[in-house]
């Protein structure tokens, strides 16, 4: 029998059945200590190379993009106005301001790209030692393990591709396009607008949007709401004049429906809209809708059916959470304003109801449809068709139902992703105007674009 050890001798036994053999190791000692710096450098970079850093640059700039464009509108409103070259002293006022706020984001997007140009010549050089590093120390790799790994992980990087591929959504043939004109949702596209509000994380649960009517002047104004209150009740609504306003949170103007929180006609659950300026809500501790005018700053309301579910009856849900007091919903699109909703004597399916935006609003037209409002997440109005979503995973939604209010057909078999940013999508409403759909998810302020 042969022994291998590491002793520097050999050594044969007096009977000489036995011997042992030195074994001498020619490679030399693996450098543990590369591969610690290698992974602490991975570590440091991942703190500093975030993905909020690297987009924080396109937010900025598409700000300043709105922020001319509204600028030059403005501008040649200003130049309308002018009646004998004696100008609007509000109107020059206006663009005095709007000039200040494009020169503070021209500021700070400077300000900006020096840090990230910065960072980026940091971690290029930081990722090329890393990687002259690892090449070194694979020569160490005599079984090829690291070599083998990477080509399993090109084999799973194509296999997932086409599994997506393959559950991919196609058009729906069977269903007729709504009289708007768009047809019916097919697919949804990456989101185009994502970030944190003014307020930071600090409230996950709120809404946005622009006004789904609004009047001459405010087509670019843009409204956010976050409950304030145990992430479940509201008594303001902050208003701002552009997309690059609301995400820098540059100077905003607040409507206060009451002086305290919570209390009569203030705002209950994340489920709201704008339409006409006035903003549509589920009043605090009823079952009501709620308009609230933001001219007059006057509230009025109609009752839903007495059997209707409230107070976290009939909330949104899945398995994992529920949202809290989110039974009665609220939706905009081509027509109007619509109120989602569920009744004891419809067994918890959701109704809809349109709402007709007169003062106070009335309801009008009715429809049943067979959903059980707790196993969604969340609904939209698109071109007349109701749309639920609901809960995949942390990174998935799913459009997975449609109600079509003009031929009463329902499906249950839509499997439309959404790829999300965060975990829970607290508001979602569509936008005629531009056919996006703005979401609030966990403090973040998203858009995606419709496709039909």
Not at 260 to 276: E, L, R
Not at 349 to 355: A, E, P, T
């Amino acid at each position: 029998m042969l022994e291998k050890s590491t002793t520097s001798s050999s050594h044969k036994s007096v009977r000489g059945k036995n011997c042992v053999c030195e074994l001498q190791n020619s490679d030399p000692a693996f450098p543990e200590n590369k591969l610690n710096n290698v992974e602490f450098t991975a570590i440091q970079c991942a703190r500093n190379v975030t993905s909020e850093k690297m987009t924080e640059i396109d937010r900025l700039a598409l700000g300043l993009q709105h922020r001319i464009r509204q600028l030059l509108e403005n501008v040649s409103m200003l130049e309308r106005e002018d009646n004998g070259n004696l100008y609007a002293a509000v109107s020059l006022r206006i663009i005095e301001l709007e000039l200040a706020e494009i020169q503070e984001l021209l500021d700070k997007l400077n300000r900006t790209n020096n840090k990230n140009q910065q960072l980026s010549v940091q971690a290029a050089e930081e990722f090329q030692d890393m990687i002259d590093t690892m090449r070194e120390l694979e020569k160490f790799d005599h079984m090829q393990v690291m070599v083998k790994q990477r080509e399993n992980e090109l084999i799973k990087r194509d296999l997932e591709r086409c599994k997506e591929e393959l559950n991919s959504t196609s058009p729906a043939p069977t269903l007729f396009p709504g009289l708007c004109g768009v047809g019916h949702v097919v697919n949804i596209s990456v989101s185009t607008t994502y970030s944190l509000t003014e307020y930071g994380t600090s409230y996950p649960y709120g809404a946005w949007g622009r006004d789904a009517n609004p009047a001459p002047g405010d087509e670019n104004k843009y409204w956010l709401v976050v409950l304030t209150s145990s992430n479940a009740y509201g008594n303001f609504i902050r208003q701002y004049s552009s997309l690059s306003s609301i995400m820098l949170g540059i100077a905003p103007t607040d409507k206060y429906i009451s002086g305290s929180n919570p209390t009569t006609n203030t705002i209950q659950g994340a489920n709201m809209v704008m339409y006409g300026n006035s903003l549509y809500y589920n009043c605090y501790n009823t079952y009501s809708v709620c308009q609230f005018n933001l001219t007059t700053q006057s509230v009025s309301s109609v009752d839903l059916p007495s059997d209707t579910g409230y107070n976290s009856k009939f909330p949104f849900a899945h398995l994992g959470t529920t949202y809290g007091y989110t039974d009665i919903d609220f939706a905009t699109d081509e027509s109007g304003v619509y109120v989602i909703y569920a009744t004891t004597s419809n067994f918890g399916n959701v109704i809809i109801s349109k709402v007709e935006t007169s003062n106070p609003p009335v309801l009008n037209q009715t429809w049943s449809t067979s959903l059980y409002k707790t196993t969604a997440t969340n609904t939209f109005m698109a071109c007349g068709v109701l749309y639920a979503t609901r809960y995949l995973d942390k990174e998935t939604e799913q459009i997975f139902y449609s109600y079509d209010t003009k031929t009463n057909k329902e499906r249950f078999d839509l499997k439309i992703n959404i790829n999300k940013k965060q975990t829970n999508i607290e508001f979602l409403n569509y936008d005629h105007r531009d056919h996006l759909l703005y979401v609030y998810s966990d403090a973040y302020i998203i858009t995606y674009k419709l496709v039909f």
